[in-house]
């Protein structure tokens, strides 16, 4: 099958991308979607959240990249059924720099991923919190882009940032890429400032602005020290929940064909 490949992408670290990643993840393996996760942050927080230790990471995320290796030679199985994951390994920092010197430099990832035929339906790809050569390769491999909001002051700056790679990206490598949507993280309905960024975020985006919003929740953060996603740490958390409606959301939109241009 041609699987649907989306990159979990925003410049600004700690926003949710990885969280997202996970959770999202593992709420569309529960729903029988098959997914494999690529870990392309070099920090690796995707892979130890979903229990793969350092010491079994044999392959990784940078033999895919640079290497000749398939994904699904790579992958592997979470404790979550339907869900893989191609991890990170530290010399991934290095691979930004030594994919300069390749004349196909933007290309490397979608090239390992454009395979004919996969086990999954969906690919995720949990990128580092920059617009580096590693985030390109993503969005050139990529159908579309989902980006974690932290409701706070500069938000939607760096938003702008991102959506004008997206379309530089879209006018040199990769004309089909779409945005999937933009989803609220960290949402703190008692405060202000979150509140008139998401006015400002649903005024200026509309239906790009995912109906779900992630509330700020510590049992998100305390999951990953368990080695799994909140689905299974905590099923009826406010996280697991928000989460699962996330997925319900994106399959819904996906079935309806809805993804907008920007
Ligand atoms: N909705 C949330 N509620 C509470 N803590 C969260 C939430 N989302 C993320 N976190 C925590 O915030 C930190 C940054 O999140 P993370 O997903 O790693 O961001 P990124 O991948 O964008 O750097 C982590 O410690 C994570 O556990
Ligand atoms: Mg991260």
Same mark, same amino acid.
């Given at each position: 099958?041609?699987?649907?490949?989306?990159?979990?992408?925003?410049?600004?670290?700690?926003?949710?991308?990885?969280?997202?990643?996970?959770?999202?993840?593992?709420?569309?393996?529960?729903?029988?979607?098959?997914?494999?996760?690529?870990?392309?942050?070099?920090?690796?927080?995707?892979? +130890?959240?979903?229990?793969?230790?350092?010491?079994?990471?044999?392959?990784?995320?940078?033999?895919?990249?640079?290497?000749?290796?398939?994904?699904?030679?790579?992958?592997?199985? +979470?404790?979550?059924?339907?869900?893989?994951?191609?991890?990170?390994?530290?010399?991934?920092?290095?691979?930004?720099?030594?994919?300069?010197?390749?004349?196909?430099?933007?290309?490397?990832?979608?090239?390992?991923?454009?395979?004919?035929?996969?086990?999954?339906? @969906?690919?995720?790809?949990?990128?580092?919190?920059?617009?580096?050569?590693?985030?390109?390769?993503?969005?050139?491999?990529?159908?579309t882009?989902?980006?974690?909001?932290?409701?706070?002051?500069?938000?939607?700056?760096?938003?702008?940032?991102?959506?004008?790679?997206?379309?530089?990206?879209?006018?040199?490598?990769?004309?089909?890429?779409r945005v999937e949507g933009v989803v609220l993280?960290?949402?703190?309905?008692?405060?202000?400032?979150?509140?008139?960024?998401?006015?400002?975020a649903r005024e200026n985006l509309g239906d790009l602005v995912f109906q779900t919003?992630?509330?700020?929740?510590?049992?998100?953060?305390?999951?990953?020290? @368990?080695?799994?996603?909140?689905?299974?740490?905590?099923?009826?958390?406010?996280?697991?929940?928000?989460?699962?409606?996330?997925?319900?959301e994106l399959?819904q939109r996906n079935?309806v064909k809805q993804v907008s241009h920007v």
């Amino acid at each position: 099958m041609k699987p649907k490949i989306i990159s979990i992408a925003n410049q600004k670290g700690g926003v949710g991308k990885t969280t997202t990643a996970i959770n999202l993840g593992a709420a569309l393996a529960m729903r029988g979607e098959r997914v494999l996760l690529i870990d392309l942050d070099p920090q690796g927080n995707a892979s +130890t959240g979903l229990g793969v230790s350092k010491e079994t990471r044999h392959q990784s995320t940078y033999d895919l990249i640079l290497g000749e290796s398939a994904p699904s030679d790579i992958a592997q199985q +979470t404790d979550v059924e339907n869900l893989w994951i191609v991890p990170a390994t530290m010399d991934l920092s290095s691979a930004d720099t030594e994919l300069m010197s390749s004349a196909r430099r933007v290309m490397h990832l979608r090239n390992a991923l454009r395979l004919r035929d996969t086990p999954y339906s @969906y690919i995720l790809i949990d990128c580092p919190p920059s617009l580096n050569l590693l985030t390109i390769n993503a969005f050139v491999a990529s159908d579309t882009i989902l980006v974690p909001l932290q409701a706070e002051f500069f938000a939607l700056e760096g938003l702008s940032q991102l959506l004008l790679t997206v379309r530089e990206v879209r006018t040199t490598a990769n004309s089909d890429l779409r945005v999937e949507g933009v989803v609220l993280t960290m949402f703190d309905r008692r405060n202000n400032l979150c509140l008139q960024v998401e006015e400002d975020a649903r005024e200026n985006l509309g239906d790009l602005v995912f109906q779900t919003k992630i509330p700020r929740n510590v049992r998100l953060s305390e999951a990953p020290s @368990y080695a799994m996603p909140v689905l299974n740490y905590d099923p009826t958390s406010r996280g697991a929940i928000a989460y699962r409606s996330l997925a319900a959301e994106l399959l819904q939109r996906n079935n309806v064909k809805q993804v907008s241009h920007v």
